[in-house]
């Protein structure tokens, strides 16, 4: 990690002063013990540009749980591996309800949605455990390699805790066996998936490790883990599904590819220019966080960059 | 219009090359008579800069019926007038449903998901007219403004034609005014969304009336019909939900805002940079044009101008 | 009318006397002015035997507005008609979903589940009118004739009422219109359905006019209206769908077919035994009557005349 | 058993001759492997008098798999346990939907709309469970009682092909569970829940072991086991939810209280006055055997003894 005064600098230090000023953050994520202990009103903000400078203010080297947003790296890990031939396995439409739906499910015959669903993810997780025979190990491998910090590694404590409320999701993987969609034993699907989950990383961390989509595939150590086309398929299904049922507002709003997960962090993409993440425990009730949109909507606002 | 040997003209010109030699093209639409009667290989492509400079392939003068494109010009001009308080009626969220889904509406008590499905398109124009008197007229006289063009009309016989067969989206407006989502009466409405869908135009007028939303809100005459922020909020609207029910497989495929109508047509933006218009009448299962997805596809892959 | 000392006469009189001392009684619809104006705690009850005998309580002679009552008597005299085609344009299972429910609609291509919710009685409507030209007119002559009260009449300023808050109905009929399974013009069609609805009658006339029901098919004059079985089948409707979403809980509490209307109103059937109506105009959540549910539920816990 | 010459043998008698000559039969269960081998052309009937009279026809005394027909005596069971209680976690309304339909649940927050659906069947297992420690103990004694037959028995390889193609269930249960409406751990219950479908009995035994139906609560052993209430309403559930989405057809064509399973068997009631089993594999398109149906049908309208 090259920490140094990026031209961002600026910019970054404006949105945790307007962002100090903010009374109301929403609430943190209460389904799950393990992250219902957290203050809605921390905060971290990190960019990371495609020679892997990297800037933050507020709480940006804190680690927190990435929850949702390592869908983001699984989808590529297996895209990477199978390419096209997943998309038969999984949509790419926004799914126009609320992230855990079964109705769409149903309706689509066990096809989900897209990869950032949560039956969407299941299924990705279901291929890359088949294609690795240990889907969240090459995830943090890949994780660790790209942010160069070794000491990323799952939080069983929180993993266990998804185990442990994890019904919902075991009804979307034995819906999908049904249909014949899911190749692994659903304990040991379920196993993998919130360990993934579970993985603890910092803004700095995270917006390093999204750099390959900045960069057009190419990954930290110059060696090619998507195609350009690849790679722009998967910044525009961010864009698209990214948000959960929020996807239209955030392209509105912030106008760039982002994954959000429900532990707080937001990950998004300048295409060619950069990456962010940001993090704020406190959500809104589509489970976005409500600081961290806001800095990513300041962002654009003040840079220009968003891709509208 | 200022014809002229555009930087594109090579690329339009290999494109064109390209569609000639593809085998099947879809069917055209068949739910009215004066719709149906379109060859499915017929094809124009045009491209207008944001100074004015336009160029074009194929039947790119020829007029065709511009269907759902309209609903960005009625979207804007609404816009442009009422500002934010239009998204208290209607939301900015893909549909996740075909493009005349009543579901949906009841889900979410006569709010339709966004402005390009048919139920927020009645939407929007109840707003317009209810603020102009003549939503269509208002419309009929903006793609004047910015094409040039002073022969663009209604085509009358067409919206005759979609009034004999507009159960649907009568069922549409009577079930949102059910909610009080409609002002006007219901055939003052319909007559009036029935003319907007009618207007026919060619590749080469759509390409240039679009070109607001290249200029970041700016007309042809140089005045300001949105503010950036608001061009910038149309371009992510148009990416999210500007392709019914495929929104999410058209930004994979072409990464660009962009909007289609049941006629075979479909405009696309790149912002900053230029704006595209292509026809041709077959239509895929999810009612896009199958040769203009795939124009704008090699558009987007040729020049690496995607949003992506 | 023959009103002599029915064998119900105890019964009667000691569920009046229960009723009286019942508190809650529900709230009267108000989605049209006409109904807002109801005492809820307003009560009457009849039965009528197979010979015409007639016995009441309460307010049993006083007029009410039947509402949704009728579609039992538009079901019988078009079934009367055309026989089991008519099943092929509406079905006969329970809805599973509120009364007035487009989606069930969708997913049916057009074809509502049953003649009791609003979409199938507007197809049965529309059915009757085309063949007599008149679905209002030989609904009211039928009620005239079976209840031997020739003052019965529409309640114009009810069906202006409902004329004026429409829209949800115009939806239904339009949305069916484009499937093919309305014949009549909307406006025509919604004219005849609100007519219908409208009609003013006192328990007195719906329990003789709900004869033929108890009589297997023979009309109060005599003659057939339906076959035996036919009039079983009608029976065998109005137990499984004929009072909204609570038809389950009806069957479950009192045990016999029924058909309830807005207006607090419901009558039900004891096959070759009896017909009751009984009145109250305080409603349940699911648009039944409070106390003419609870006084049917005393009624055949009582007499033992449930039909389970 | 006590096998005499019913009352009712003249009219079993014409059926079978009838059954014997229909052509067409349906097609057996195939989605486990032990149901598909059956002939769908197989048939048998049976009628139990409220005194302990059987009668039959055809393979009466030929067990055959009771599937879904278990649910019926596992809501009974549970019913007399706990009485009204059990509504607060299953509802008894129609389903209008699929007998295994996610959606409803999804709608109605994780509790089913009635007992017979396989999401209904679930939580009433399970509540029998933790009552009793072995629900499927339970059914099997009572049935072995009931029936006079302790020869009555789990079919283990039907219960193993069942665990085998078990997803859809497992869903059900988890998501259910997600809602905090099963308190068993999800691998027991569905031991329990496939252990109890997979009952081979006869058209006798069930017959016999469904008497309490008729006999308004009251066991072989003339022992209570429903107060008439209670017996009232399982009835009333059976003719309002008792086969599948086909409830109102079946309540049409018999009108009489009854469940259907895909081994071919359903059980009817004649309340007062007899109970039928009727077994035939070959179903229809929403899981009720044809022929089963057509002898129900003949049944009541050959006797008169529909409810109607």
């Known amino acids: 990690?090259?920490?140094?005064?990026?031209?961002?600098?600026?910019?970054?230090?404006?949105?945790?002063?307007?962002?100090?000023?903010?009374?109301?953050?929403?609430?943190?994520?209460?389904?799950?013990?393990?992250?219902?202990?957290?203050?809605?009103?921390?905060?971290?903000?990190?960019?990371?540009?495609?020679?892997?400078?990297?800037?933050?203010?507020?709480?940006?080297?804190?680690?927190?749980?990435t929850q949702s947003i390592t869908k983001v790296f699984t989808l590529a890990l297996d895209l990477a591996r199978e390419g096209d031939e997943l998309w038969e396995h999984v949509g790419r439409e926004p799914s126009g309800n609320p992230f855990n739906s079964l109705v769409q499910?149903?309706?689509?015959?066990?096809?989900?949605?897209?990869?950032?669903?949560?039956?969407?993810?299941?299924?990705?997780?279901?291929?890359?455990?088949?294609?690795?025979?240990?889907?969240?190990?090459?995830?943090?491998?890949?994780?660790?390699?790209?942010?160069?910090?070794?000491?990323?590694?799952?939080?069983?404590?929180?993993?266990?805790?998804?185990?442990?409320?994890?019904?919902?999701?075991?009804?979307?993987?034995?819906?999908?066996?049904?249909?014949?969609?899911?190749?692994?034993?659903?304990?040991?699907?379920?196993?993998?998936?919130?360990?993934?989950?579970?993985?603890?990383?910092?803004?700095?961390?995270l917006a390093l490790a999204t750099g390959f989509?900045?960069?057009?595939?190419?990954?930290a150590d110059g060696s090619r883990l998507l195609s350009r086309s690849q790679a722009k398929q998967v910044n525009a299904v961010m864009l698209t599904c990214g948000t959960y049922d929020a996807a239209g507002d955030f392209a509105y709003r912030v106008g760039l590819p982002g994954k959000s997960g429900v532990g707080g962090g937001i990950i998004a993409v300048v295409p060619g220019r950069c990456t962010l993440c940001v993090w704020s425990p406190g959500l809104d009730e589509r489970g976005n966080s409500v600081a961290g949109v806001a800095a990513l909507d300041r962002f654009t606002t003040l840079t220009g960059l968003s891709v509208f």
Chains 1, 2, 3, 4 share one sequence.
């Open 1 to 65: 990690m090259t920490i140094m005064s990026s031209q961002f600098r600026p910019v970054l230090d404006h949105i945790m002063a307007e962002i100090d000023r903010t009374p109301g953050r929403g609430r943190s994520a209460d389904y799950i013990p393990a992250l219902a202990a957290r203050d809605p009103r921390r905060f971290g903000m990190a960019v990371a540009e495609p020679d892997g400078t990297v800037y933050g203010v507020g709480e940006w080297r804190q680690p927190f749980s």
């Open 105 to 205: 499910l149903e309706y689509e015959s066990g096809i989900p949605r897209n990869p950032f669903i949560n039956a969407g993810a299941l299924v990705v997780t279901d291929r890359l455990q088949t294609r690795t025979g240990d889907a969240a190990g090459e995830l943090l491998a890949f994780l660790r390699a790209e942010s160069g910090n070794d000491a990323l590694d799952f939080d069983l404590e929180v993993a266990a805790s998804e185990t442990a409320n994890g019904d919902r999701n075991a009804a979307l993987a034995h819906f999908m066996a049904s249909y014949g969609n899911i190749d692994n034993d659903v304990p040991v699907l379920l196993d993998q998936y919130f360990r993934q989950c579970s993985v603890a990383a910092s803004c700095a961390d």
């Open 213 to 219: 989509l900045a960069r057009h595939g190419i990954r």
